[in-house]
């Protein structure tokens, strides 16, 4: 069974960080090409940042965000920096089984839960 567990969302005023973090299992995590979306309300989900399963970020809509993954631990993050208030949104990393990495988020198979990022101005 395939999961993904999100954490260390919280709510900070803007201009301070946070770091994500995604627990996988079920999955050979180091095969695996790893995203972070979010999905504020009344928006469309979007990709925040892509990484491939060599680790190479090979997406990131946000210069103050990073995105990174530790193989040996099956743990993706996401360090966000500089947080603004339009950055608030519940937060999700997800995987795929295709060889290359995918943009769109229906082409992603499984998700987590989510953890919830606000930021107040």
Not at 12 to 32: D, E, H, M, P, W
Not at 51 to 62: H, M, Q, V, W
Not at 72 to 79: D, V
């Amino acid at each position: 069974q395939v999961r993904l567990v999100e954490s260390g969302g919280g709510s900070v005023q803007a201009g301070g960080s946070l770091r994500l973090t995604c627990a996988t299992s079920g999955i050979t995590f180091s095969n695996y090409c790893m995203a972070w979306f979010r999905q504020a309300p009344g928006k469309e989900r979007e990709a925040v940042a892509i990484i491939d399963a060599s680790a190479r970020a090979i997406y990131s809509a946000e210069g103050r965000f990073t995105i990174s993954r530790d193989n040996a631990k099956n743990t993706l993050y996401l360090q966000m920096n500089s947080l603004k208030p339009e950055d608030t949104a519940m937060y999700y990393c997800a995987t795929h089984p295709y060889a290359l990495c995918r943009v769109r988020p229906a082409d992603f198979v499984y998700w987590g839960q989510g953890t919830q990022v606000t930021v107040s101005s």
